[in-house]
């Protein structure tokens, strides 16, 4: 028997289980089977299949789900698009009425909620009790107050429609929320699918929002497998898609979106860091860590699972490590009293295991601390992996468990370059007391949410997403809200892809055809050598190119001739292939990444920069009309307007420059949280035909303006008004290697841009099929895309051809957490 001595000798604590009865009378009320929720009603499908839910702590079974079918996904993609029609149509304000009674409703069954997620994830109560159904509530108050204000704040945007969205089980309540929330205020209905290992509390989430009034049809769940999955977001009447989960799934998603017209945002994996500096506080640190990798087994996208810590106080750090690693209590998800839960299923267990194993073949050293684990359940020990080489496959594969990787560092700038060193970019943290040190390293780290001195901050207000193969699109915060609204201007785009005959299951075209295949021209038309009507023959003017900063031949020395209106040839520019556009990235990279690049100069500096680019462009003004008239046969007045148009937009971006830097985040962190609309990088740019001078600086100028780089691929069919251009970016002080400019096929081109591992983006305004390539191609590296499928814009209407839109393509938004006081 455990006597008073032997407690007050070990300070052990005893178990504190909180009561799971509140949950299996909820589950017996059901019978502990349940069907789709649809129209805020339970449908059972005759013959339905079910799908068994366990308790990764007990083994328990607790509950049977139906697997959808497709007439289950198309009843409650119908019902979304029956309820939208209303729920659109419904003031903002009613709507945050609606909300409102959600959250409130959220907390009325918080402990229900709390223990229903624990037993069914596995998750330690105290996290589930105190973060994730908190963050729940906390959502639908924060965009309760963006349904409250989108008449006025978002007064030219719209509803998207219909949106199909799907969740991992890592976090499904908070995953709900961070997609329900922001699309319902705005005015959209969804139909969302949990994931198989956690369904139960989504479908008690739905009660819980049926239960507060909400309307129905706006809220739909479909319980199912990924082919269910699939099945919404093949689906012709779902507008968007909101995912988040594996990067691979991630992937095949973009792929079956591609050229549909819907929007897409992606939430994936990540592998990040934990940078510790020699001046850390060590204790704090090593309290750091454990939030950062064993919070929630590790089962988290922006886990902290990559250490990095300086070499000079590395033994020291890891031997506390250690020594807080055999503190680390491991047990049943509702023993109030544990810091690590049970991983969620067999198979997710036997990966974590592969990894660790995996990491002692690749010459790790494995430690885990002598702690004792329950004797059933899918509990595992938290473990450090020290001694690996930084390219080892566990230290760039995502683990998803409680397994941490550590390398070591000698200078801040090697530190940056270790945690650079991965394809994802979700989620890090810095340790140190430099302050100046940390926000340095913070803003150099790329990835979509940085913390200072801590790690796994989250709140509605600030927004999170991923840079890189993490994905793209944020949730939380305003910038949040355009995953769900479109301009009001704008119509959801049905582009017109009947040529390419798409599978409706794979969305690959029927025939196999190479895309973007060009042969270079053969000797332009006669015309092109006959006299200039003064008796003498022509000067010849080899087309060029425009690669950083200079005027370089082609690469394969090949021309294409511009033929203008009634047929009259009006010159000719090189054909560009693909070594030129690799040239062109290589150039636009360098000047990014030079130390005083691109991105690191101030707004002031490139607003100046763009003034005199419009400056030098208005003092050639007569020669730009002459040329656009040329080529296309408009009238004066036409090419007057489109060179005037060009040069206020470039007036525009000036005032641009230095006025989208980002802001203060309201969360619920004691200190800053600064959002920073950081550049997305190397943009490639294929440029409309219509409007050949002022749809290259519409696409150019927002680019720059916010700190890319480009390799712009001006109108294949009017590319005139972008050679033209080299000598107005000449003379205006814009640093070699910005703008970087390769006329040719626009498709040809593109092909390799979007096919480039060094290029961030894609905007494409070229055809609709061109557009399905880009967003198929992209999946390769998840780069971010924008394109014009095919369908008309008017450049020279301001609300269509400048601002918001333009900017946000042109940034990404990092959140950097700050916390401040002793
Ligand atoms: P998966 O990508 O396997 O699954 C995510 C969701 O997609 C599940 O609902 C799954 O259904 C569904 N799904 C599976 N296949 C398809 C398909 N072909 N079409 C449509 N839907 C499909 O990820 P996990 O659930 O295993 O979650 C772990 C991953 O999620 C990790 O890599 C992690 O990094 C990432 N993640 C990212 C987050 C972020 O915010 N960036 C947050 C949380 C996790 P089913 O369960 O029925 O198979």
């Not at 209905?189 to 989504?202: C, F, H, Q």
């Not at 990894?355 to 050293?365: C, R, S």
């Not at 394969?556 to 511009?562: D, E, H, I």
Request: proline share 5%.
């Amino acid at each position: 028997m455990t006597t008073l001595l032997d407690l007050f000798k070990t300070m052990e604590y005893g178990p504190a289980p909180e009561s799971p009865s509140a949950v299996n009378a909820w589950l017996e009320e059901h019978g502990r089977k349940f069907g789709q929720f649809i129209n805020n009603e339970w449908v059972t499908p005759k013959a339905a299949k079910y799908y068994s839910s366990f308790n990764p702590s007990t083994g328990e079974l607790l509950a049977e789900t139906a697997q959808a079918e497709k007439k289950d996904v198309d009843a409650a993609i119908a019902a979304a698009r029956t309820a939208f029609e209303t729920w659109s149509e419904t003031p903002g304000v009613v709507r945050a009425r609606y909300m409102y009674a959600i959250a409130r409703n959220i907390q009325k069954h918080h402990r229900l909620l709390a223990v229903l997620e624990s037993m069914d994830n596995g998750k330690p109560i105290r996290e589930s009790r105190d973060v994730d159904v908190p963050l729940l509530a906390r959502h639908f108050y924060y965009y309760a107050g963006w349904a409250q204000l989108m008449e006025t704040e978002l007064r030219d945007y719209q509803p998207v429609g219909v949106i199909g969205q799907i969740i991992p089980w890592n976090f499904p309540l908070m995953m709900l929320a961070w997609k329900i929330a922001p699309a319902i205020a705005m005015g959209n209905t969804v139909v969302l699918k949990p994931a198989s290992y956690t369904r139960l509390s989504a479908l008690l989430f739905a009660e819980v929002v049926a239960e507060a009034g909400l309307p129905p049809g706006v809220v739909n769940i479909i319980t199912g497998s990924g082919k269910a999955g699939e099945m919404i977001v093949t689906h012709p009447d779902v507008d968007k898609i909101a995912f988040t989960g594996s990067t691979e799934i991630g992937r095949t998603l973009r792929r079956l979106t591609a050229g549909t017209g819907k929007k897409l945002s992606l939430e994936l994996g990540g592998k990040g860091p934990v940078v510790v500096f020699e001046d850390a506080d060590l204790d704090a640190a090593v309290e750091g860590v454990v939030d950062a990798i064993w919070f929630n087994q590790g089962q988290v996208c922006c886990a902290g699972s990559r250490l990095i810590v300086q070499e000079n106080v590395a033994p020291r750090f890891i031997q506390k490590l250690k020594t807080r690693m055999g503190h680390l209590r491991v047990g049943d998800s509702l023993d109030k009293s544990i810091d690590m839960g049970a991983i969620v299923d067999k198979s997710q267990w036997d990966t974590v295991d592969y990894w660790v194993k995996m990491g002692e073949k690749e010459g790790g050293k494995v430690f885990q601390p002598d702690i004792t684990l329950p004797t059933k359940g899918l509990f595992y020990k938290p473990t450090l992996i020290t001694d690996l080489d930084p390219a080892a496959s566990t230290v760039q594969e995502e683990i998803f468990g409680p397994v941490l990787v550590s390398l070591t560092f000698r200078t801040p700038e090697e530190a940056i370059a270790l945690a650079n060193n991965t394809r994802y970019g979700l989620g890090g943290s810095v340790w140190s007391d430099n302050i100046n040190l940390a926000l340095d390293a913070a803003s150099k780290i790329k990835a979509g949410a940085m913390w200072v001195n801590c790690h796994n901050a989250f709140d509605a207000a600030g927004g999170f997403g991923g840079y890189r193969e993490s994905g793209f699109g944020r949730e939380g915060g305003r910038e949040g809200l355009f995953e769900y609204v479109r301009p009001k201007w704008m119509d959801r785009p049905q582009p017109d892809l009947t040529t390419l005959r798409l599978d409706a299951a794979t969305n690959l075209p029927a025939e196999k055809k190479a895309w973007g295949e060009h042969i270079p021209s053969r000797p332009a038309r006669p015309e092109a050598g006959r006299a200039n009507g003064h008796g003498l023959p022509p000067v010849d003017r080899t087309p060029k190119i425009y690669i950083g900063g200079k005027q370089v031949r082609p690469d394969g020395a090949y021309t294409l001739s511009v033929v203008g209106a009634k047929g009259k040839l009006v010159g000719q520019v090189g054909d560009g292939n693909r070594k030129d556009i690799r040239n062109a990235v290589e150039a636009a990279h360098a000047v990014i990444e030079a130390k005083q690049g691109w991105a690191m100069r101030h707004g002031y500096n490139r607003s100046q920069i763009l003034y005199f680019i419009a400056e030098n462009l208005d003092a050639r003004n007569a020669e730009f009309v002459k040329r656009i008239v040329e080529m296309t046969g408009r009238t004066q007045k036409s090419a007057q307007a489109e060179v005037d148009a060009a040069v206020e937009r470039l007036f525009t971006y000036a005032a641009w420059a230095d006025k989208y830097g980002g802001n203060i985040q309201e969360t619920t962190l004691r200190g800053i949280t600064v959002a920073v609309n950081e550049p997305v990088g190397v943009i490639g740019i294929a440029c409309p035909d219509e409007y050949p001078l002022l749809g290259f600086v519409s696409l150019m100028a927002p680019a720059i303006a916010r700190g890319n780089t480009v390799v712009m691929i001006p109108s294949q069919r009017f590319p005139l008004s972008a050679t033209d251009f080299y000598q107005v970016l000449d003379t205006s002080d814009v640093p070699g290697g910005v703008v970087n400019i390769v006329t040719g096929d626009r498709d040809h081109l593109t092909k390799t841009l979007v096919q480039h591992e060094d290029v961030d983006a894609v905007w494409y305004f070229g055809s609709a099929e061109g557009s399905y390539w880009v967003e198929y191609e992209s999946a390769a590296n998840m780069k971010r895309t924008w394109v014009g499928y095919g369908l008309p814009r008017d450049w020279m209407d301001r609300e269509q051809g400048e601002g918001h839109e333009f900017l946000h393509e042109a940034t990404q938004v990092k959140n950097i957490w700050v916390p401040t006081g002793e």
